[in-house]
């Protein structure tokens, strides 16, 4: 256990190097942590958290920088976080790709870092469709979901519909279907193909096939905003290495999903600290991250990545306001 001197000098320590980047030295320290020290007593309070592995001395400097650990001590029992410092800030209520489009905007906007969304997974259940005719043996499928998300499906079939034959196939399927997952309407469609009219039921059959392809591509949709944010920080810009792999985990959306789900599992601001666990398994990278909800419904998970030496009180302001801003945009009990 560190005593009171201990955990104020690793604050300090801390709060100092996030803002500088800079290794601190004792003289430094001193005047940071308005201790009246002397050089050789916070010297060995160092060296005593070194040993702790919660700070370590760079080969070329003779301060000292946090380390996983000291981050980790210091965001769960030191940190203090000032609500009401950001301003105000809205997501307008709209189709929930858009809204969650500007809420990976807002992340990186305010964080100045890399603001992430995963989107909630997309209703199979539709609202309404509609068909419209582009040109000959190509139709537009328009397909709401519950939600209000609208989405666009350019199919080609094999014969040429009038119309009035879409608007007949449309109105079936939204007298008779409303409601159902795609793969209700699939197995119902399976036993009334035979009594509906040939280009009825061709309409359907392909107007199910677009919705399940587009439910297909979109399922765990992720979100990024911001990447090229990392290119005016320090901590990546002067090492091209930490940059490719900051950059290589955004191509992989894959792995960015097994990390922000790994987040979205408990409730309230997380922090990830790079480098502690296999969570994030990159040393210069965190996160931080907040479930969101809909209707009361955690559906999602939102974050912002940026290096290890970031403002972390801020981050959880900034996470904790959009979190709550993207849910009152998306639900409609509100």
Do not use: C, W
């Not at 801390?14 to 003289?27: L, N």
């Not at 800030?89 to 964080?111: E, T, W």
């Not at 939204?174 to 040939?198: C, F, H, M, P, T």
Request: negative net charge; without cysteine.
């Amino acid at each position: 256990m560190l005593d009171d001197r201990a955990k104020l000098l690793l604050k300090a320590l801390v709060e100092r190097y996030i803002a500088d980047g800079q290794p601190v030295g004792s003289r430094t320290l001193s005047k940071a942590s308005g201790l009246e020290l002397s050089p050789a007593t916070i010297r060995n309070v160092m060296s005593d958290l070194e040993e702790l592995g919660l700070i370590v001395s760079p080969h070329t400097s003779a301060g000292r920088v946090p380390t996983a650990r000291g981050y980790r001590l210091f965001v769960d029992t030191m940190l203090t976080v000032r609500r009401g410092q950001l301003g105000a800030h809205r997501l307008a209520p709209d189709q929930p790709q858009k809204v969650i489009s500007n809420a990976a905007h807002l992340l990186s906007s305010l964080s100045q870092f890399v603001g992430v969304v995963v989107a909630p997974r997309r209703s199979s259940v539709f609202r309404h469709i509609e068909f419209l005719r582009l040109s000959e043996r190509r139709l537009l499928v328009i397909i709401v979901s519950p939600e209000g998300d609208v989405q666009n499906r350019v199919i080609f079939t094999e014969a040429d519909y009038t119309q009035a034959h879409l608007v007949e196939a449309a109105n079936y399927l939204n007298s008779n279907y409303v409601g159902l997952a795609i793969e209700q309407v699939r197995e119902r469609l399976k036993g009334e193909v035979d009594s509906l009219r040939a280009e009825i039921a061709s309409l359907m059959n392909a107007a199910v096939t677009a919705n399940s392809e587009v439910l297909t591509e979109s399922q765990d949709d992720v979100v990024i905003s911001g990447e090229k944010n990392l290119l005016s920080v320090s901590d990546f810009s002067n090492d091209m290495s930490h940059l490719r792999r900051a950059f290589g985990l955004f191509e992989q959306k894959a792995q960015l999903m097994r990390l922000l789900d790994v987040t979205g599992q408990a409730e309230g601001v997380r922090i990830f600290i790079g480098g502690e666990s296999q969570v994030v398994p990159f040393e210069d990278l965190s996160i931080v991250s907040a479930p969101y909800e809909v209707d009361g419904q955690v559906v999602g998970t939102l974050g912002v990545i940026g290096p290890t030496r970031m403002a972390y009180d801020r981050m959880i302001q900034i996470v904790d306001i959009t979190s709550k801003l993207i849910s009152n945009a998306l639900s409609h009990n509100k």
